[in-house]
C-alpha cells in the first residue's frame, strides 16, 4: 500500500468514524482489505478508496468496510468488578433516588454494544438484582457502528467464548437451546434493543439528559484523544444529572474530560456527570 493511499484511507476512517489508524498499519490495512479488492474486481488501493467514497455503493461499502476494520471482541460478564459495582452498590442506590422523586423509569445505553453479549450481561443483572421488576420502565439499548454484529445481537445466539466467565446459574435462566446455539429468552429482549449508529452521532439519535448510565468499555481506546473529548462531551449531553458513566478498565478520562467525577470502589472507577 503507498504512503498516499493508506494517508486518505486514514483521514477518512477518522472523518467518518472517529477511529484511529496508527502509523505504521499499512500492512494491517492492507491485509484486511486485500480480499475485498479481490471481490469488487479491483486493482490498486487507490480505485478502493475512490469507490469506498464515491461509488453509488459507497454507503453499503462502508458498512463493510467498518466491519472490516473494527475489532468486535465482547463476552457475558466482561470485567466483573465493574458488574459487581454495579450490582451491590449502583443499583440499589439508584433505585431509592428514583422512588424519592416518584419516577420508575431507568435506561441505560451500551455504547459500542459490539454482538451484544454486554446488553444482556446489563439486563441479566438488572432482573437478578430484583429492584426494577413490576411496575418499572426499564430498557437497555446497545449502539455500534457495524450493521453485521447489529444483526447477531437482534438475533441473539451465543455459543462458545461468549460464555468463557458466565455464571451458570445465569444460562440456565435466560437462555434457551438453540439449533446453533443458546438463545437469549424473551424476559430478556423485552427490555432490550438495539441500534445501528456511530457514537459521534449519539447525541443525535437520543434524547438529551434520557440516561441514567452509559457504559462505552472497550471502544475508547480506538479513538484519538481529541475524538474521546468530543464523544464523552456528548455522553455528558444525553446523561442525565449526575448520570454515570462506565469505562473499560483500561480506559480513563484523566486529561480528557472536566465533565465527569471520578468515583473509586473496588476494582472499578466510575464516573459520575458533575452537577
Ligand atoms: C471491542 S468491542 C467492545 C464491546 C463491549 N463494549 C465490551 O466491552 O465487551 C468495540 C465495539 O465498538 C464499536 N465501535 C467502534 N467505533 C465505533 C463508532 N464510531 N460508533 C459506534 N460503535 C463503534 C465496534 O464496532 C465494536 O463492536
Redesign the pocket.
Known amino acids: 500500500m503507498r504512503a498516499e493511499d493508506f494517508r486518505r484511507i486514514k483521514e477518512f476512517v477518522a472523518e467518518q ?3 484511529v489508524l496508527d502509523e505504521g498499519r499499512e500492512s494491517f490495512l492492507a491485509q484486511k482489505l486485500v480480499p475485498r479488492l479481490t471481490e469488487l474486481r479491483l486493482t490498486s488501493f487507490a480505485d478502493y478508496y475512490a469507490y469506498l467514497k464515491y461509488s453509488p455503493h459507497s454507503d453499503e461499502e462502508q458498512q463493510q468496510f467498518i466491519s472490516l476494520l ?5 463476552y457475558f460478564f ?1 470485567e466483573d468488578a465493574q458488574l459487581d459495582v454495579l450490582a451491590r452498590e449502583i443499583l440499589p442506590a439508584l433505585k431509592e433516588k428514583k422512588l424519592k422523586e416518584g419516577k420508575r423509569t431507568l435506561r441505560i445505553v ?1 455504547a ?3 454482538s451484544g ?2 446488553v444482556y450481561t446489563l439486563a441479566m443483572i438488572l432482573l437478578e438484582s430484583g429492584h426494577f421488576l413490576w411496575d418499572w420502565d426499564i430498557a437497555i439499548t446497545g ?4 450493521a453485521r ?1 447489529i444483526a447477531r445481537a437482534d438475533l441473539g445466539i451465543y455459543s462458545g467464548r461468549a460464555f468463557q466467565t458466565t455464571p451458570p446459574h445465569f444460562i440456565e435462566r435466560y437462555f434457551n437451546k438453540a439449533a446453533e446455539g443458546l438463545q437469549v429468552k424473551d424476559s430478556l429482549r423485552k427490555i432490550t434493543s438495539f441500534a445501528r ?4 452521532q449519539l447525541g443525535n439519535m437520543l434524547p438529551a439528559e434520557s440516561a441514567d448510565i452509559i457504559f462505552c ?3 475508547l481506546i ?1 479513538f484519538s484523544e481529541e475524538t474521546t473529548r468530543q464523544m464523552v462531551a456528548s455522553f455528558a449531553k444525553i446523561l442525565k444529572p449526575e448520570g454515570l458513566l462506565f469505562l ?1 478498565h483500561s480506559e480513563s478520562l484523566a486529561r480528557i474530560s472536566t465533565q465527569y467525577v471520578p468515583t473509586r470502589f473496588p476494582g472499578a472507577i466510575i464516573y459520575r456527570k458533575r452537577d
Open positions: 468514524f472517529g477511529l473494527t475489532n468486535n471482541e465482547t466482561r451500551s459500542g454494544c459490539s453479549e454486554e449502539v455500534d457502528i457495524d454484529i449508529g456511530n457514537l459521534l468499555r472497550n471502544v480506538y473499560g
